[in-house]
């Protein structure tokens, strides 16, 4: 598998781990535990539009970088118009659910060029680190140091927590709930923050820790990422 592929599936597993470990913490919160049925599948949905977005700057990045070309600005904007795209076959699926949503890009917009603009920063480190090996663990060690990579880690989570704080203002809730709507909101940000900065650390310190060669009847490492050795 080349190195924008695992990289991408890193990704895509990160969000996946980051969605689960929100739905484990809301079922603690009563307001939300009420509209949790419907959180819970536009949390999912949410997931893999995220990740199928991020999945477009990794692959436009390395494109570049095969290219000789540096990555800029101008493919910033590029994949936000792209973005909205994937938007719309997002809300064409959800079109049948019990919710409805109306996303406000006046407000979503400038979290998620904050968002593009540090994917693909990180991106064109490591998949340049990488020279399409495929060694992506190993590239972000050479990249970042520990630290640093939770931090990144980090940011990605939280601006992605505001970026749903956002859209969840926008669903269209049971009248029973409509009076909880900004609380709901502000609870889910609250709980996805808290999840991300124990998310960050277990994945920083999966990719820093040392290697050893594992048994044949031994299991994985990772069972909670499922992330490659590689």
């Known amino acids: 598998m080349n190195s924008t592929r695992v990289l991408a599936a890193w990704n895509r597993k990160i969000l996946e781990a980051y969605s689960r470990c929100t739905i484990a913490a809301l079922r603690a919160i009563l307001p939300l535990r009420l509209a949790l049925p419907r959180l819970e599948s ?3 949905d949410n997931v893999a539009k995220e990740a199928a977005k991020d999945a477009l700057v990794i692959s436009r990045v390395g494109e570049a970088l095969a290219a000789g070309l540096t990555p800029g600005e ?3 904007r590029q994949l936000l118009a792209a973005g909205k795209e994937v938007d719309r076959a997002f809300l064409d699926r959800v079109s049948d659910f019990p919710i409805g949503i109306v996303i406000r890009y006046e ?9 593009i603009g540090r ?3 990180a991106a064109r480190l490591i998949l340049a680190r990488t020279g399409g090996r495929g060694d992506v663990r190993s590239a972000i060690r050479g990249c970042y140091r520990c630290g640093e990579f939770e931090q990144l880690l980090l940011d990605l989570m939280r601006l992605y927590a505001q970026e749903t704080r956002a859209l969840s203002r926008s669903l269209r809730l049971p009248a029973l709930l ?3 709507r900004e609380r709901i909101a502000q609870s889910l940000y609250d709980v996805m ?3 991300a900065a124990g998310l960050a650390s277990d994945v920083a310190g999966s990719v820093y820790r040392p290697r050893r060669v594992r048994r044949s009847d031994e299991p994985s490492g990772e069972p909670a990422l499922g992330l490659e050795e590689r």
């Open 42 to 44: 536009f949390l999912a």
């Open 74 to 76: 101008e493919m910033v």
């Open 107 to 115: 407000e979503i917009d400038p979290l998620r060029l904050q968002r």
């Open 119 to 121: 994917m693909q920063q």
């Open 178 to 180: 409509v009076p909880l």
């Open 193 to 195: 923050v808290d999840a």
